[in-house]
T-cell receptor
Framework: NAGVTQTPKFQVLKTGQSMTLQCAQD?????MSWYRQDPGMGLRLIHY???????DQGEVPNGYNVSRSTTEDFPLRLLSAAPSQTSVYFC????????FGSGTRLTVV | AQSVTQLDSQVPVFEEAPVELRCNYS??????LFWYVQYPNQGLQLLLK??????LVKGINGFEAEFNKSQTSFHLRKPSVHISDTAEYFC?????????????FGKGTLLTVNP
């Protein structure tokens, strides 16, 4: 039972490039979320999904896009990377104490 | 809107000493409360959670927390810490209704256990 799997673990992008952060869960959870973690800021909610085909914005959604075509997968897309998006990104699955993935450390230069 | 304040950004303690990490929250609705631990270069692991019932919640690794509604607090305690408890600890809150999958986090407390 893998829980929540995030890929890649590390990524360096140039300003303006696009990429997709992958997140998959094998717990059959309806709820999935993306957070970013910045030093001294805690974690902030980017986007979330309450089921396949249903997504909504969190606290800091600008510059990110999501879709949920299956229960298992919830990818996060950076449309045009900016240095301000340098962060550690975490995917979470479930409710009332969600399970977190191990994170993707993204650097935008 | 909800908010979480972790009153100490860093807490250094000696091994085998007791520790308390403080957390206060603000919310206009009833809440669920959580403590997560993050070891260096790892994801977040759920330590314990308060959903309802007894206000004293026991978690993994010997940690416990007490929900105090009148003081809007959820402080984390351990009677005797180990070197391996060195990590960052995050307090989080969600509403207790249909949006309980959306967490608001505090900024974290770095616990450093020294020999």
């Amino acid at each position: 039972n893998a829980g929540v799997t995030q890929t890649p673990k590390f990524q360096v992008l140039k300003t303006g490039q696009s990429m997709t952060l992958q997140c998959a869960q094998d717990m059959n959870h309806e709820y999935m979320s993306w957070y970013r973690q910045d030093p001294g800021m805690g974690l902030r909610l980017i986007h979330y999904s309450v089921g396949a085909g249903i997504t909504d914005q969190g606290e800091v959604p600008n510059g990110y896009n999501v879709s949920r075509s299956t229960t298992e997968d919830f990818p996060l897309r950076l449309l045009s990377a900016a240095p301000s998006q340098t962060s550690v990104y975490f995917c979470a699955s479930g409710d009332a104490g969600p399970t977190f993935g191990s994170g993707t450390r993204l650097t935008v230069v | 809107a909800q908010s979480v304040t972790q009153l100490d950004s860093q807490v250094p303690v000696f091994e085998e000493a007791p520790v308390e990490l403080r957390c206060n929250y603000s919310s206009s609705v009833s809440v669920y409360l959580f403590w997560y631990v993050q070891y260096p270069n790892q994801g977040l692991q759920l330590l314990l959670k308060y959903l309802s019932g007894s206000t004293l919640v026991k978690g993994i690794n010997g940690f416990e927390a007490e929900f105090n509604k009148s003081q809007t607090s959820f402080h984390l305690r351990k009677p005797s810490v180990h070197i391996s408890d060195t990590a960052e600890y995050f307090c989080a809150v969600s509403d207790s209704g249909g949006s309980n999958y959306k967490l608001t986090f505090g900024k974290g407390t770095l616990l450093t256990v020294n020999p």
